[in-house]
Nanobody
Framework: QVQLVESGGGSVQSGGSLRLSCAAS????????MGWFRQPPGKEREEVAT???????NYADSVKGRFTLSLDNAENTLFLQMNSLKPSDTAMYYC?????????????????????WGQGTQVTVSS
């Protein structure tokens, strides 16, 4: 059974930093198909940063240069370092993972959809 547990959210002032963590169980994050999403109040959920197997992370334009996705394989944990936070970053942040299978050459292949989700952690940035 896959479990994703986020932590690290909180309230900060504009310009501050936070680091979100996503502890995974039942899912190995090495060469993973994972990502961070957020849902601002009253808005649709949006993609923040994703990683696919051995590729470099992809970031939404709104967070490029400020947010960094990283992994700790030993801890089986995904991180999102958020710097220079803005009030527009206020949202519930979710960790998510896609299913994964081994392709014909032994390389993991990510499924098409994010099917595993954490419960979310709230980030509030005040001006």
């Amino acid at each position: 059974q896959v479990q994703l547990v986020e932590s690290g959210g909180g309230s900060v002032q504009s310009g501050g930093s936070l680091r979100l963590s996503c502890a995974a169980s039942g899912y190995t994050i090495t060469r993973s198909c994972m990502g961070w999403f957020r849902q601002p109040p009253g808005k649709e959920r949006e993609e923040v940063a994703t990683i696919e197997v051995d590729s470099s992370p992809n970031y939404a334009d709104s967070v490029k240069g400020r947010f960094t996705l990283s992994l700790d394989n030993a801890e089986n944990t995904l991180f999102l370092q958020m710097n220079s936070l803005k009030p527009s970053d206020t949202a519930m942040y979710y960790c998510a993972a896609r299913s994964r299978k081994i392709g014909p050459w032994g390389t993991p292949i990510c499924g098409p959809m994010f099917v595993y989700w954490g419960q979310g952690t709230q980030v509030t940035v005040s001006s």
